[in-house]
């Protein structure tokens, strides 16, 4: 790839695009994240010769790179984005077995990157960068300028919340009755019954 092989290009670009696109949508929102993608995609392409490293190493710099990105465009709008989701979104709840199994194969991948979007940014990011785009603890820490250790515990705690939020859901609680996670600024918080309405 280095050398301007398109091939090489082409096969990575189709194995990162899924994942760093659905990172991407949670962090900004569905309007925002195909243009920061093709931003990133081209900011690697023109950084290429600087870089160092293997495939892996590779996914983590291109996630670095459309994380930096991400945060100057929240920053310039000077917001984080916002999802309230009815709890019928949700769908069911399928067996304890496994909660990171559980949560992705129960919703559609659009519904999951949405219920995502409701979590803190710490424990969204952390369960993006290990599940779907695939980086390790470090990997993901260097990222998110964490330790390994503190990423795994938000990605487990976030694991934790959404099933606990698709288990409330799975036994019918109504959505007046269930308080929702909305973030405002930068603080994540409970909404009230008022609020979602």
């Known amino acids: ?9 082409r096969q990575i670009y189709r194995a990162l695009q899924p994942g760093l696109l659905r990172y991407l949508t949670v962090l900004l929102g569905p309007n925002d994240a195909e243009d920061m993608a093709s931003e990133t995609w081209a900011q690697a392409v023109r950084d290429l010769a600087r870089f160092q490293g ?21 920053r310039a ?43 803190p940014a710490e424990q969204a990011e952390a369960i993006l960068l290990r599940t779907v785009i695939g980086l390790d603890a470090k990997s993901a820490a260097r990222i998110l300028g964490r330790r390994p250790g503190a990423v795994r515990t938000a990605a487990y705690r976030g ?17 007046a009755a ?18 979602l309405t």
């Open 178 to 195: 269930k308080q929702s996670v909305m973030v405002f600024g930068d603080t994540p918080r409970r909404a009230s019954a008022e609020e």
């Open 1 to 9: 790839m280095l050398c301007g092989d398109e091939e090489a290009f």
């Open 54 to 74: 293997d495939a892996d190493g590779f996914r983590g710099w291109i996630t670095t790179i459309a994380r930096h990105r991400a945060m100057d465009l929240l």
């Open 159 to 175: 694991l934790r919340s959404l099933a606990r939020q698709m288990d409330d859901s799975s036994r019918g609680v109504p959505r």
């Open 77 to 119: 709008k000077g917001r984080r984005p916002v999802a309230d989701l009815p709890i019928e979104d949700f769908g069911d709840r399928a067996a304890r077995e496994d909660t990171e199994a559980d949560a992705w194969e129960s919703m559609s991948t659009a519904a999951a990157l949405r219920l995502i979007r409701t979590l």
